[in-house]
């Protein structure tokens, strides 16, 4: 059985992320506008890549869940789990 070790993906963090590694790509502009809606100006969308912009400094959790969730949708499920309660969790699907 694979485990998702989520914590270290968290840990990972790219500041930028190219085009062609984004899972789901097609959908991205969806991704990008909830995450704005949450956050504003999480991500910077630029010719062949995406930037993490986030309003804190830490970063806070949302934040940081929100990114992955827009480069890595397919840990959606395990993303949810770790989310701050509140609204939040319904955006993740």
Do not use: H
């Not at 940081?64 to 949708?73: G, S």
């Amino acid at each position: 059985m694979l485990t998702i070790d989520l914590q270290s993906i968290l840990n990972s963090i790219p500041n930028e992320v190219n085009w062609q590694d984004i899972v789901q790509f097609k959908k991205l502009d969806q991704r990008v506008a909830i995450a704005s809606e949450i956050c504003a100006n999480l991500i910077g969308v630029n010719e062949g890549y995406i930037e993490w912009c986030p309003d804190n400094n830490p970063q806070t959790q949302l934040e940081t869940l929100l990114w992955w969730w827009v480069i890595r949708p397919d840990l959606g499920a395990a993303i949810a789990i770790e989310a701050p309660q509140g609204n939040y969790q319904s955006v993740y699907p």
